[in-house]
């Protein structure tokens, strides 16, 4: 049961807001890497869902979900590299002045996302928290 509180929590404040985000941003480049982070909250949000019960579970829509929460996590370094900006960001400037440990954060969110187990509703659950938890290490000192 606390798990699935977490999973709850974790959806909801990933996906919260995501439709106000972006208006208004204009730079290319802040808007692509925003584009980035809403395909890995939806992505999860699905996922989410599923190991909630929320949704059916299905191990090949997890596996698709899985997939392309995974291709979006591996772009995270190339898409804020340029240190693009726009008034409208919630990215914090001290990204680029502590660039290596910024990617290590990355890096630690494509792990947990690479080992999502979308095998069963079970294993599902289990393996969501650590990508939640990745996600708001990131967060917590990387955006406003
Ligand atoms: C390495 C750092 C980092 C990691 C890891 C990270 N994020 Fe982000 N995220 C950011 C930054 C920085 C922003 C602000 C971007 C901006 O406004 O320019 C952001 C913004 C967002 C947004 C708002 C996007 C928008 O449209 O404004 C969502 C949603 C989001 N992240 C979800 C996630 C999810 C889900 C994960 C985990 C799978 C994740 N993030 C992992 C750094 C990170």
Known sequence: MKQIAT???LSVA??????LAKEG?????????????????????L??????????????????????ALAAAKAIPDRFKPHDM?????????IWTQWDDF????DAARMAVELIDTDT?????????AVGRACSACHTTYRS
């Open 121 to 129: 509703q079970d294993q599902l659950k289990q393996s969501l928290g």
């Open 103 to 106: 990617a290590k954060k990355a």
């Open 14 to 19: 990933l996906v919260g807001g995501l439709a």
């Open 25 to 45: 941003v204009k730079d290319p480049g802040v808007r692509a890497r925003m584009e980035t982070m809403d395909t890995m909250a939806m992505n999860l949000k």
């Open 7 to 9: 999973i709850l929590a």
């Open 86 to 94: 726009d008034p409208a960001t919630d990215a914090l400037p001290v």
């Open 47 to 68: 996922l989410s869902n599923m190991a909630t019960g929320r949704m059916d579970f299905s191990a090949g829509d997890a596996a698709t979900a899985k997939a392309a």
